[in-house]
């Protein structure tokens, strides 16, 4: 018994009752698309979001791209790497609240002053100490 009509046929429509589902490797979910598909020694593996891709590494290995069977679906297979710094001492500017960047600003002057006044404190002490 055919669920599909010969206009769903002709337009490429598929069968809703036939349609397979792929369980995730990585969070066990039943799926109808997958996102990465492998082929590990002769097993499929199926990874169904980018969410669930980004550890993959962890799992498969740093070189796990060479498994994938859809290859086509990805441009340029790049690792990807955060290589941000955090740096916790950062202050952020804000051009909206004119009282907080008026205050940073005068911050960051002073820091020039007291950094032009110690190396200008450097050069007349070495001078002097080589006298």
Partial sequence: MNNITFTDKVNRKEDVSVRKEYK??????????????????????????YLCSKDMHITYGK??????????????????????????FKVNKDIYDSE???????????D????????????YSSNSDSE
Avoid: A, W
């Fill in 24 to 49: 995730c490797d990585k969070c066990m979910k039943n799926k109808y698309k997958y996102f990465i598909h492998m082929d590990i020694d002769g097993e499929d593996k199926y990874i169904c979001s």
């Fill in 63 to 88: 070189g796990y791209f060479q498994y994938v069977v859809n290859t086509e679906d990805f441009n340029h297979p790049r690792p990807l790497v955060d290589n941000v710094v955090n740096d916790k």
């Fill in 112 to 123: 020039k002053r007291v950094e032009l006044l110690e190396t200008e404190y450097g050069r």
């Fill in 100 to 110: 907080r960047y008026d205050f940073l600003c005068g911050l960051e002057d002073e």
